[in-house]
């Protein structure tokens, strides 16, 4: 709102009479101005609204030309509204491709979307700009935030929006135990390495993350809990 007003020079011109004011045919100046360059910069600030401007050049007697052709420009200071954002669902999903989706603002040109693993969108996942209200992204395994901002043509942008949170689950399918006895718990100590433990002192063992498992010697017959 402090815009710099720019024209053409004019031969034998040794200074400009710059006017500016919120009506065409300016009755109410918000600037005044002799320049002896070909700009200014209004250090007041301009409120916003329809503004128009135009020069007449003076020579060194101080004669004066008529005025320039008019222009006008929209001075925009007030950002949007924020966006209100479409839950993620199921959740939690397995689902790794998400669209992500959000209401529509009125004035709003573009909106910005942000998606992390945590809640203080430290570090980002995701920080795209799209001119639509969704965005379709990848993700990996875990707990996702996402929030969204809008932006106008001036570059406004509101605030972001509530997070919202969802939780991304692996996609599990069925394996072989290799026993008819009941499984009560499974730990792996890394992605390939497992281990189950079961009724009548069964213990599974993988290392192929869970593909294959193999019996393991458990020295009793008793029914196994907890591992």
Do not use: C, E
Not at 162 to 175: A, R
């Amino acid at each position: 709102n402090t815009p710099t007003l720019t024209w053409n020079t004019s031969a034998g011109t040794t200074s400009y009479r710059v006017q500016l004011s919120s009506n065409s045919g300016f009755t109410s100046l918000i600037a005044d101005s002799i320049k002896t360059t070909t700009s200014v910069t209004i250090n007041t600030a301009v409120s916003d609204g329809m503004k128009y401007w135009r020069v007449a050049s003076r020579d060194a007697s101080n004669n004066q030309s008529n005025f320039s052709t008019i222009d006008s420009f929209t001075v925009d200071t007030v950002a949007p509204a924020v966006p209100t954002l479409i839950a993620v669902t199921p959740d939690p999903t397995t689902n790794h491709t998400q669209t992500l989706t959000w209401n529509s603002v009125t004035g709003a040109s573009s909106y910005k979307v942000q998606l992390s693993g945590n809640s203080g969108f430290t570090s980002l996942a995701a920080d795209s700009t799209k001119t639509t209200t969704s965005m379709t992204i990848t993700l990996t395994d875990g707990m996702k935030y996402w929030r969204v901002a809008s932006k106008d043509a001036a570059n406004n942008q509101s605030a972001y929006s509530s997070v919202d949170s969802f939780m991304v689950s692996p996609n599990l399918s069925g394996q072989t135990s290799g026993t008819a006895g009941v499984i009560n718990g499974v730990y792996f100590h890394d992605k390939n390495t497992g281990y189950s433990i079961g009724t009548n002192g069964t213990i599974l063992k993988t290392t192929d993350g869970g593909a294959t498992w193999s019996p393991q010697t458990s020295g009793t017959t008793n029914t196994l809990n907890d591992i």
